[in-house]
């Protein structure tokens, strides 16, 4: 069966970076795409991103141009998320999610709780 | 800027049907958006409900339908359950590779 597993949770100072991983298991880790969305404390849910791990393109929400870094591993089936410059609003919960290019999430990991503070 | 726009909130008593939409903030959605729709409840990752406009996503029960209603997609929730009380969320897919979510509905079975 699909599985995404995610890193762990993260504690994160202004400014500084962090990179949240996704294993993927259970099919052809270059046949689907990835996607990244994030959920603020009570908010909505947020897409960021895009990445092809067949090839390692990738596009990006206007607002995280800059800031976000999408990158893939076919030896290990693992997608990063790497975003940079963090300030207290980007404290939320990362979840990637298996999907197609049209922005259908089939399948989601489990979720990685980020938090930026002081 | 395009904004992808749902209903803040709704209720629907159990047993009863309820159709939440998502729009534009600008222009009509249609099957090419490929818009799709996702439950979540607190805590929770999102359930994959709907995509491609009508395709229900593996195991989800057909009282659960998309549509296109007019200028907007639309999801219709029939047999209302208490569980079904939840936030809903669409997602409509803007050309190059780009995604953008509703601001999501939350609804109420009461």
């Known amino acids: 069966q699909v599985q995404l597993v995610q890193s762990g949770a993260e504690v994160k100072k202004p400014g500084a970076s962090v990179k949240v991983s996704c294993k993927a298991s259970g099919y052809t880790f270059t046949s689907y795409y990835m996607h990244w969305v994030r959920q603020a404390p009570g908010q909505g849910l947020e897409w960021m991103g895009i990445?092809?791990?067949?090839?390692?393109?990738?596009s990006y929400a206007q607002k995280f141009q800059g800031r976000v870094t999408m990158t893939r591993d076919t030896s290990t089936s693992t997608v990063y998320m790497e975003l940079s410059s963090l300030r207290s609003e980007d404290t939320a919960v990362y979840y990637c999610?298996?999907?197609?290019?049209?922005?259908?999430?089939?399948?989601w990991g489990q979720g990685t709780l980020v938090t930026v503070s002081s | 800027q395009t904004v992808v726009t749902q209903e803040p909130s709704f209720s629907v008593s159990p047993g009863g049907t309820v159709t939440l939409t998502c729009g534009l903030s600008?222009?009509?959605?249609?099957?090419?958006?490929?818009p799709s729709w996702y439950q979540q409840t607190p805590g929770q990752a999102p359930r994959t409900l709907i995509y491609s406009t009508n395709t229900r996503s593996s195991g989800v029960p057909d009282r659960f339908s998309g549509s296109l209603l007019g200028n907007k997609a639309a999801l219709t929730i029939t047999g209302a359950q208490a569980d079904d009380e939840s936030d809903y969320y669409c997602?409509?897919?803007?050309?190059?590779?780009?995604?953008?979510f509703g601001g999501g509905t939350k609804l109420t079975v009461l």
């Open positions: 990445i092809n791990p067949s090839g390692g393109s990738t």
């Open positions: 997602v409509l897919y803007m050309g190059s590779g780009i995604s953008l």
């Open positions: 600008s222009g009509s959605v249609s099957t090419s958006y490929y």
């Open positions: 999610a298996r999907g197609d290019y049209y922005g259908y999430f089939q399948h």
